[in-house]
């Protein structure tokens, strides 16, 4: 357990649905990330919340849209998915300006993209 | 950040120490070393960090060298469960606080 939960652990949709990934962390952290990492490639970084305001988004297509509503809870909002969007999805959690932050990560979400 | 270079896999046998190589020939002074493991369908699972002295804890211990161009994790005991894929990873602060960039990192598989 890494105090950083995601849910659904595995989710099917079609290219016209609409879906959300939901990460929770109980760590007090208040920097949060997206990653995506498909089969074969590493880990890509995909947005950066700093005290709930985004601070990166790497280049990310508009059919991925986050939300920070507060510190410890983010969101990918996901609408009309391409086929090669199918990843997993990886939360992580840090504590800025400590000097030497470590990313906690959650288990993922397995995302299929029909 | 400065980039890192891996072996894509390397095998331990079980009980045995396996050492874990990387190479950051660019690294900039003020850049720690930090390392990364990634068991099948988890997230990463952060092990140690450094900057310039060998550090140790119950998971692994890192050694740095001298010129800091290159480390080696090691973990003295191997077991089926330490079984993954390893990142090593040399972080730089921006802005926008910690941005770990991860390569493709070396699968260690541990063999009973």
């Known amino acids: 357990e890494t105090g950083v939960t995601q849910t659904p652990r595995h989710l099917v949709m079609g290219m016209t649905n609409k879906k959300s990934l939901k990460c929770e962390q109980h760590l007090g952290h208040n920097a949060m990330y997206w990653y995506k990492q498909s089969a074969k490639k590493p880990l890509e970084l995909m947005f950066v919340y700093n005290f709930k305001e985004q601070t990166e988004n790497n280049s990310v297509p508009s059919r991925f849209s986050p939300e920070c509503p507060n510190s410890s809870h983010l969101f990918l909002h996901l609408h009309t998915l391409q086929p090669e969007d199918s990843a997993l999805y990886l939360c992580?959690?840090?504590?800025?300006?400590?000097?030497?932050?470590?990313?906690?990560f959650g288990s993922g979400t397995q995302l299929s993209v029909l | 950040d400065a980039k890192t270079t891996q072996p894509t896999s390397m095998d331990c046998a079980e009980g045995r120490a396996a050492n874990l190589p990387c190479n950051h020939s660019?690294?900039?002074?003020?850049?720690?070393v930090y390392w990364y493991r990634q068991i099948h369908s988890q997230g990463p699972q952060y092990i140690i960090h450094?900057?310039?002295n060998n550090e140790t804890n119950e998971m692994a211990s890192l050694i740095i060298t001298e010129d800091r161009k290159s480390s080696t994790l090691i973990l003295p005991h191997a077991t089926l469960r330490d079984t993954a894929v390893y990142y090593c990873?040399?972080?730089?602060?921006?802005?926008?606080?910690?941005?770990?960039?991860f390569g493709g990192g070396t699968r260690l598989m541990v063999k009973p």
């Open positions: 990873i040399v972080r730089a602060l921006n802005n926008a606080g910690n941005m770990l960039t």
């Open positions: 660019t690294i900039s002074g003020n850049e720690y």
């Open positions: 992580a959690s840090s504590q800025p300006g400590t000097g030497d932050e470590k990313l906690f």
């Open positions: 450094g900057l310039k």
